[in-house]
């Protein structure tokens, strides 16, 4: 049973524009959410994150939007570069964040010049 | 600063055969440590973790096995693999309590079995 869903296998957006990725989960229990990005080859790194008391979190282009009603999160992505490109893993966790990170199966974005 | 190795970065071993994945964190003591396959299709699963020395966890039965001997590392072994085995298999660390719980991964460890 999967409890973190990142439906959109990939996503082509075009340089300059927005990117979102969507993820569902499933576990009430969650309280904590991350977002990570990985490149090939390569582990995954951090990207942002929010808790479950906010809503929304910001870091530069990058923007986490949480709707615990829902079970669902978003990433946005504003101006989309073509360095973005890359698989976007969204994790969550319960216990504010001390028990281990369920990821989703990730999105493929391609940004396109 | 604190910085995690795995190796080898990529291996190629017959069905068959053991396996032998290390991982090891520096500058940090008594980290929760995590090791994670991504498959094709699969995404990131979550195989082992241990909050100390000795302690594993197992999330997934499989022919796989970790252990933990000393407190900075973690290594992750198989008596036998399987073709399904094949992966990129990628160790982390957190340090709980230190402030947002953010998992830092290793390069990772491409397995192709054949």
């Known amino acids: 049973d999967q409890q973190v869903k990142q439906n959109s296998p990939s996503l082509s957006v075009q340089e300059g524009r927005i990117s979102i990725l969507n993820c569902d989960y499933t576990?009430?229990?969650?309280?904590?959410f991350l977002w990570y990005k990985k490149y090939p080859a390569e582990g995954p790194t951090f990207l942002i994150s929010?808790?479950?008391?906010?809503d929304k979190n910001e870091d530069g282009r990058f923007t986490v939007f949480l709707n615990k009603s829902a079970k669902h999160l978003s990433l946005h992505i504003v101006p989309s570069q073509p360095g973005d490109s890359a698989v976007y893993f969204c994790?969550?966790?319960?216990?504010?964040?001390?028990?281990?990170?369920?990821f989703g199966k990730g999105t493929r974005l391609s940004v396109i010049a | 600063s604190q910085t995690i190795h795995q190796w080898p970065a990529t291996l190629v071993q017959p069905v068959g055969s053991p396996l032998s994945l290390e991982c090891t964190v520096e500058?940090?003591?008594?980290?929760?440590l995590y090791w994670y396959r991504q498959a094709a299709g699969r995404g990131l699963q979550l195989l082992f973790y241990?909050?100390?020395?000795?302690?594993i966890s197992s999330e997934v039965p499989q022919n796989l096995s970790a252990s933990r001997p000393q407190d900075r590392q973690f290594i992750l072994s198989s008596k036998k693999l399987l073709l399904s085995d094949s992966g990129f298999y990628l160790c982390?660390?957190?340090?709980?309590?230190?402030?947002?719980?953010?998992?830092?991964f290793g390069a990772g460890s491409r397995l192709t079995v054949l």
């Open positions: 982390a660390w957190v340090q709980l309590g230190a402030g947002a719980n953010v998992l830092t």
């Open positions: 576990n009430s229990m969650f309280d904590y």
């Open positions: 500058g940090t003591s008594n980290p929760n």
């Open positions: 929010i808790s479950s008391i906010k």
């Open positions: 994790a969550a966790s319960a216990d504010s964040g001390n028990t281990p990170l369920v």
């Open positions: 241990s909050v100390g020395i000795g302690q």
